[in-house]
């Protein structure tokens, strides 16, 4: 039974679901696992659900750009109603949501998971050379595939990789760029000849200080010209400059600027407007959730999940995976369907590909502290392995297609709260 378009049941939901992306069709489905008699509806415009995690791979040359895409329709649980609108405000208090086609929608409960922005305006003269003159992003999917051609047809000059301020998408993913680029170009002999600088906004490599080790030694093995606290504020495509803001010891800043001949870039990520402009959202624009039960800390009968809310995790689809079960849990809860709430505890997973055929696997919770899905005989995450790799390039995407979309929960099943947290 495919995925309804249409409601017979009017504007109003038992379920609200805002968002179709990872977090929305996966708590959709664990819902409906749950309890099939349940009636959801899931709001999103897109007509395409892309698997992002695996753009990293497109822009090295191993997976093709159209096997990370699938028609919306044929990912969106069978019995949820597909609402194909966009969402402009919320009105929490009447317990409505606003459409852009001014419909109005009621709901009993509010799931929330519109993912982020990427802000490409935020750097000047990026949108008008994205897609040529050298300047690419693994962070979109028709650029992913000019990111691989870029370093097949690179044989020497300046190569040149940004990560801007946190919050983003995968913080691992601006050095997985780099580091499979520079592969490459080992393999083929040019690395020599090609000079690849990495551009970080912040002031380490990686957040979790466990797998840095790891990682230096790639980024010495390359020969990488790395450089903290430098923030891409400016890019000329035609004259192949990029300039960048770098903060200085006593806060002060100065500006300088850096030729290339292939510019991988990954953008500021903002919370999507209609969220920043909510009663939904905190000081900073992000949804206000407790981080355990991910329950709105005003709103009782909203939840949020995904990279939209305000909790301390990875961004990444490894999180919205153990997040959606939780809120699946905590939903029927509030319905008086369940009688235990379940915790999130902040796992986020990040496959760090530092070669064509091995990754640092990154696996943690809140506060950084390691959280290793394997034992370490077979698998230490700290150190690159193959089976890392076959883990990422064979495994996950199958994985999420068929299980986390389908609400089939392997490695993801929710914990209970302890027993204050339900009092």
Same mark, same amino acid.
């Given at each position: 039974m495919p995925a309804q378009t249409t409601s017979p049941k009017g504007d109003h939901h038992k379920v609200l679901i805002v968002g179709a992306g990872a977090a929305g069709v996966a708590v959709a489905s664990s819902l409906m696992c749950r309890d099939p008699s349940l009636d959801i509806a899931l709001v999103d415009p897109s007509d395409t659900h892309y698997y992002q995690p695996?753009?990293?791979?497109?822009?090295?040359?191993?997976?093709?750009?159209?096997?990370?895409?699938?028609?919306?329709?044929?990912?969106i649980p069978s019995g949820v109603h597909w609402i194909k609108a966009r969402?402009?405000?919320?009105?929490?208090?009447?317990?409505?949501?606003?459409?852009?086609?001014?419909?109005l929608l009621s709901y009993e409960q509010l799931v929330v998971c519109p993912g982020l922005k990427l802000d490409w305006d935020a750097i000047d003269g990026l949108v008008q050379t994205l897609g040529r003159n050298g300047v690419t992003s693994n962070y979109r999917y028709d650029l992913a595939p000019y990111t691989w051609q870029l370093v097949q047809n690179l044989r020497k000059g300046r190569a040149i990789f940004s990560q801007p301020p946190m919050p983003i998408k995968c913080a691992g993913a601006p050095q997985k760029a780099l580091y499979l680029s520079c592969d490459h170009w080992l393999r083929k002999g040019c690395l020599g000849d090609v000079q690849a600088k990495f551009?970080?906004?912040?002031?380490?490599l990686f957040g979790v200080a466990?797998?840095?080790? &790891? @990682?230096?030694?790639? $980024?010495?093995?390359?020969?990488?010209d790395l450089?903290?606290?430098? =923030?891409?504020?400016?890019?000329?495509?035609?004259?192949?400059?990029?300039?960048?803001?770098?903060?200085?010891?006593?806060?002060?800043s100065e500006t300088l600027t850096q030729p290339f001949d292939m510019l991988h870039v990954v953008p500021p990520q903002v919370p999507v407007d209609f969220i920043r402009n909510s009663p939904l959202a905190d000081t900073a624009g992000w949804i206000d959730v407790d981080p355990a039960?991910?329950?709105?800390?005003?709103?009782?009968?909203?939840? &949020? @999940?995904?990279?939209? $809310?305000?909790?301390?995790?990875?961004?990444?689809?490894?999180?919205? =995976?153990k997040q959606a079960p939780v809120v699946a849990n905590n939903v029927l809860v509030a319905l008086g369907r369940l009688s235990r709430l379940a915790h999130y505890d902040g796992y986020g997973s990040c496959p760090l590909t530092v070669e064509r055929g091995k990754i640092v696997l990154a696996e943690f919770t809140y506060g950084g502290k390691l959280s290793p899905s394997f034992p370490r005989w077979l698998l230490d995450g700290r150190r690159p392995t193959r089976l890392a790799w076959l883990l990422k390039?064979?495994?996950?995407?199958?994985?999420?297609?068929?299980?986390?979309?389908?609400?089939?929960?392997?490695?993801?099943?929710?914990h209970a709260a302890p027993l204050e947290a339900r009092q």
């Open positions: 695996g753009w990293t791979m497109v822009g090295a040359g191993v997976f093709n750009a159209p096997s990370t895409a699938r028609s919306m329709e044929s990912t969402v402009e405000r919320f009105d929490p208090l009447a317990q409505t949501v606003i459409l852009n086609d001014g419909r551009f970080n906004a912040g002031a380490v466990d797998y840095v080790p &790891a @990682l230096m030694e790639y $980024i010495d093995k390359y020969g990488v450089q903290y606290s430098h =923030r891409l504020v400016a890019v000329d495509g035609p004259a192949r400059q990029a300039t960048f803001e770098r903060t200085l010891p006593d806060g002060s039960t991910l329950c709105h800390r005003k709103f009782s009968n909203i939840h &949020a @999940l995904g990279d939209g $809310i305000n909790t301390t995790n990875a961004k990444t689809a490894a999180a919205a =995976r390039a064979q495994i996950l995407p199958p994985l999420y297609w068929r299980c986390m979309l389908k609400g089939r929960e392997w490695l993801a099943k929710p």
